[in-house]
């Protein structure tokens, strides 16, 4: 029986991700595990208990408690008011904050970005590059949306979504193979592509497009279109999306009317190549 994914986020946490630095004598175990208790929050769908927090963070539970101890009295964490566990606290924000106003990209992308959704007037996102997943870092939506089409840190699969398609373009076909042979290829819906075959016929299209154009990939109702941003060296760090709705639009209609635009907005929040790299790159 097919199972289909909701729409959860999908979490980069890895509880043994701190092994493998454990040759690295500058790197603290201490602070790999403070970063586990953070991203055990990462898949829950409600406040965590300490036991939770222990178990999902994979550490004892008297590490846990420690932890927590500290990031409550940090303001990293704080409590459920209903006292039910513990929640990320409001100093969070603060660095997301410090995040999205410090990043060059993002400081290029937000007028582009606004002036993208002025002229389409459909929801427009731009997402980064996170190996098997995307990141969306800004979020401009449309009239009627999801709760999860709204927030900023919402994370989907590179394989099946629009940007990650216009951001697997760029890379060889053997880097592309390796994210879809570790990603989970779950379907969210009956129409999700499911294999490396379904997703290199995106990519090979979106290579002699410039742009994706994918439907039915996470809500049955959705066509999206994407192309990729740039670093100075070429290779692709995020991409710039736009996402309507197929009983307004066909596939076809939506790409005619909104791929140049969104094209033309990613290769202006790109970098652009010193003039060396840029003499190899057209060589």
């Known amino acids: ?48 208990s300490l036991s939770q927090v222990a178990t999902a963070a994979g550490v004892d539970r008297s590490a846990a408690q ?19 566990g513990y929640l990320p606290g409001l100093r969070v924000l603060d660095m997301t904050h ?14 582009v970005m606004l002036e993208l959704r002025r002229r389409v007037r459909e929801r427009v996102d731009l997402s980064l590059f996170d190996d098997v997943r995307v990141v969306y870092a800004l979020r401009m ?19 099946c979504t629009a940007g990650g398609i216009a951001i697997l ?3 060889p076909d053997e880097k592309v193979a390796d994210i879809v042979k570790r990603s989970d290829l779950t379907p969210f819906t009956r129409h999700t592509i499911r294999t490396l075959d379904e997703v ?7 290579r002699e497009r410039g742009h994706s154009v994918l ?4 809500l049955n109702h959705e066509v999206a279109i994407g192309a ?13 999306h736009v996402a309507g709705s197929l009983q307004e639009w066909t596939a076809e209609s939506f790409s005619d009317s909104f791929g140049p635009l969104v094209q033309n907005a990613a290769q202006t929040v790109s970098e652009k190549a010193p003039i060396g790299i840029r003499k190899g790159i057209q060589e």
């Open 228 to 240: 990729p941003i740039r670093d100075s060296s070429g290779a692709p760090i995020g991409a710039i």
């Open 200 to 206: 290199m016929v995106h990519v090979h299209a979106t």
């Open 1 to 48: 029986m097919t199972t289909f994914r909701d729409l959860r986020g999908i979490s980069s946490f890895d509880p043994d991700e701190g092994e493998a630095y454990k040759d690295d004598p500058l790197f603290m175990r201490s602070v790999a595990r403070t970063v586990a208790v953070m991203s055990a929050f990462q898949s829950a769908r409600h406040p965590l």
């Open 141 to 159: 939506p449309s009239k009627h949306e999801i709760f999860s089409a709204t927030i900023v840190g919402h994370a989907v699969p590179t394989y």
């Open 66 to 84: 420690r932890i927590v101890h500290s990031l409550l009295k940090l303001g990293m964490l704080t409590r459920d008011p209903e006292d039910r």
């Open 98 to 111: 410090d995040l999205l106003r410090l990043n060059p990209m993002l400081q290029r992308a937000n007028p």
């Open 215 to 218: 439907c039915r990939q996470l």
């Open 169 to 171: 373009s760029l890379l």
